[in-house]
Nanobody, 115 residues
Framework: QVQLVESGGGLVQAGGSLRLSCAAS????????VGWFRQAPGKEREFVAF????????SYAESVKGRFTISRDNFKNTVYLQMSSLKPEDTAVYYC????????WGQGTQVTVSS
């Protein structure tokens, strides 16, 4: 397993930006794909973004495409999610994951977007 700690969440106005970070420790991080998911109150956890082990392949949920960017720094064992043009519907707890088997998850960081 990989231990993950997210940070960077907070309260932001609609249209603003935030950058989430996820620091990994434990097993070798660089050999695994990573991703971000989110869970809003009363809703299922949903996929947000994916990044391959090398960083060369990324994919996004339609709802965030063009606004969010996932990246990773394998030397720092860190995954990032740059979020811009934030909307109230982006409000959720954001979780990073590493695609080990089973997946490794962080504890989540709260993002609240006010209208």
């Amino acid at each position: 397993q990989v231990q993950l700690v997210e940070s960077g969440g907070g309260l932001v106005q609609a249209g603003g930006s935030l950058r989430l970070s996820c620091a990994a420790s434990g097993r070798t991080f660089s050999g695994y794909a990573v991703g971000w998911f989110r869970q809003a109150p009363g809703k299922e956890r949903e996929f947000v973004a994916f990044c391959s082990s090398s960083g060369g392949i990324t994919s996004y949920a339609e709802s965030v495409k063009g606004r969010f960017t996932i990246s990773r720094d394998n030397f720092k064992n860190t995954v990032y999610l740059q979020m811009s043009s934030l909307k109230p519907e982006d409000t959720a707890v954001y979780y990073c994951t590493v695609y080990t088997e089973p997946k490794s998850w962080g504890q989540g960081t709260q993002v609240t977007v006010s209208s």
